[in-house]
């Protein structure tokens, strides 16, 4: 039986760990050929660590000057057009509002925010000439509502919403959709030690449905918009929080 992404070459940055890590096994697991980009040079291990054979692990800083394109053209040349998209590399600095360093603020929004940009612009000079792409950018459910020491977080991630909103009206006429996923807190390695003890439960106890979401939960949202099901999906935000920016 073919599986739903035979074929198919999904370019996944973050994914050497964390929410970027379980897409591209899910991915990988329906039959995607993945190409692995993170600044952790463990990303080079992710091939051998994946179902299935063609998988690329790519080094590379996202921040720096050309960084998306060089990707995008390692990719075609080692794998192939790429089909898929994912942007899941981020970072989450914390500060008091009023206490936020410049160089954090900055370095916040180049990576989460102008790394999803540069790269989303460099893979769709490739998917708008095939005519045909998916690109789905890893937002937060701080982009949409208020949290303590998220200034620059926040507004990292509501920049990618407004982004994906603007690229999805540019190139759907062209077979290419972007839509963003705006998870709670996910119990990543990270997300676990982030948000252990008191601190943790009394998150969870604001939740409705009483707990922090789980990475294969995003990555399963993740791979229907990455999918063919999901063709007259474009330019939507899909909060996965348990409910609760409808509190």
Do not use: C
């Not at 697991?29 to 692990?57: C, F, K, M, W, Y």
């Not at 789905?136 to 982009?143: C, I, R, T």
């Not at 759907?172 to 948000?195: C, D, F, M, Q, Y």
Request: no cysteine; proline share 4%; net charge negative.
């Amino acid at each position: 039986m073919e599986s739903p992404f035979d074929g198919r070459i999904a370019v996944i940055t973050g994914a050497a760990s964390g929410i970027g890590y379980t897409v591209a096994q899910h991915l990988a697991e329906r039959g995607a050929r993945i190409v692995g980009v993170d600044l952790n040079d463990s990303v080079l291990d992710l091939p051998a660590q994946l179902a299935g054979t063609g998988h690329l692990g790519i080094v590379k800083n996202l921040t720096a000057p050309d960084a998306a394109t060089e990707t995008i053209t390692e990719t075609v040349a080692r794998v192939g057009t790429p089909h898929i998209l994912v942007n899941s590399a981020g970072l989450a600095l914390l500060d008091p509002a009023v206490d936020v360093p410049a160089d954090r603020w900055q370095l916040t929004l180049d990576v989460n925010l102008s790394g999803t940009f540069y790269m989303a612009q460099a893979a769709a000079r490739e998917m708008l000439e095939a005519g045909y792409g998916r690109i789905v950018n890893l937002a937060s459910q701080a982009a949409v509502i208020g949290l303590d020491q998220h200034a620059a977080y926040s507004a990292s991630k509501a920049g990618i919403i407004g982004l994906t909103h603007v690229l999805s009206r540019e190139w759907a006429r062209s077979g290419v959709t972007v839509n963003a996923v705006s998870p709670t807190v996910v119990e990543t390695p990270l997300g676990k030690a982030a948000w252990a003890g008191e601190k943790g439960e009394k998150a969870k106890a604001e939740i409705p449905v009483g707990r922090f979401a789980q990475p294969a939960e995003v990555a399963a949202l993740v791979a229907f918009l990455a999918g063919d099901d999901a063709a007259m999906i474009t330019g939507s935000n899909y909060l996965i929080d348990g409910g609760f920016t409808t509190v």
